[in-house]
């Protein structure tokens, strides 16, 4: 048995928007590239993903929205949020296919055929239960935290989220919810897209105490996050979650050209590395990383070759 599943191929690689978007198709194949380079698709089982079907999909989003995706070409709409995220051709069925990745992974490490799964395509944190947003279509992330509840009888789920941008897309949804344990470092709100994701939201109701967001400042870097991260885990201990998910937007890095924050590679490395161990000890080594953003594709192949090396060789 391999230790970790990495979601790589063709129809993967039709998620993305045309025209100079920054989220281009041409991601998956930039870390690809790097990461076999380093012969780490050596390491790893390397796996096509199945379009998840729309009662799937429907475990998160409402009918509604999926209906509106799914005739979104035939209606004409030029977006389907108020710019961020166009209609492209297949839009429907990329999307679907981000979510089958997701569920397959999911499958594959609650079978014990991986212990962990790497879907680069996915992540996609900004999507609400009835509509998109920042790029996001359907909610992959979202879509797992369901079926684990109804298909795996798992209710304790970590979300931990270091794309530079909050993860509102899962934040507000489970925000009254206490069996998700969420913890998000990301770049000020202040500054910076959603807005949201400030430290003294920290849940709702019966949640309150579950949520952890830790905002930096606009040039914050490597020593910001090592400092912060400790904060994280013991957040994490605190609530003995049975499964964590990991969003590693590599956005956060030097030079990507949406947002303000200046990591190194090597954030990448440590937080995998850390959640590989917490994983390990705590929840029977059940863990997904998701790609999520990343717009310097050098940025995004680094930390997440990083990310990929720690969860195949840890
Ligand atoms: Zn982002």
Request: hydrophobic content about 40%; proline content about 5%; glycine content about 12%.
């Amino acid at each position: 048995m391999k230790r970790a599943c990495l979601y790589y191929g063709e129809a993967l690689g039709r998620y993305g928007f045309p025209q100079g978007h920054p989220l281009g198709v041409d991601r998956q194949g930039a870390f690809f590239r790097e990461a076999s380079a380093h012969g780490l698709d050596k390491l790893v089982e390397v796996r096509a993903a199945p379009e998840a079907a729309r009662d799937q999909i429907e475990r998160f989003h409402t009918r509604e929205y999926v209906d509106m995706v799914r005739h979104a070409e035939r209606d004409g709409l030029e977006f389907l949020d108020n710019g961020d995220t166009p209609v492209f051709p297949g839009v429907y069925a990329a999307g679907a296919i981000v979510v089958g990745a997701a569920l397959d992974g999911l499958d594959q490490v609650m079978r014990g055929h991986c212990r962990r799964t790497f879907q680069p395509v996915g992540g996609l944190h900004h999507a609400r239960r009835e509509s998109a947003a920042g790029f996001c279509v359907f909610n992959d992330l979202g879509v797992v935290i369901e079926t684990l509840r109804s298909e795996h009888g798992i209710r304790r789920v970590a979300y931990v989220d270091i794309d530079v941008h909050h993860g509102d897309g899962v934040f507000y949804p489970y925000e009254d919810d206490p069996d998700l344990i969420f913890a998000d470092i990301h770049e000020d709100g202040r500054y910076l897209y959603p807005g949201t994701g400030h430290a003294h939201e920290t849940g709702k109701g019966a949640a309150n105490g579950t949520k952890l967001n830790i905002p930096l400042a606009p040039g914050a870097g490597d020593r910001e996050f090592l400092e912060a991260w400790p904060r994280v885990i013991a957040h994490l201990r605190k609530f003995e979650p049975q499964f964590v998910l990991f969003q590693c937007g590599a956005d956060g890095l030097d030079g990507d050209p949406l947002a303000h924050l200046t990591y190194t590679p090597q954030v990448h490395a440590h937080a995998a590395r850390s959640l590989v161990h917490f994983a390990d000890r705590h929840c029977a080594g059940r863990l997904m990383a998701f790609g999520g953003g990343g717009y310097d594709r050098d940025n995004l192949a680094k930390a997440w070759s990083n990310v990929l090396r720690e969860l195949a060789t840890a």
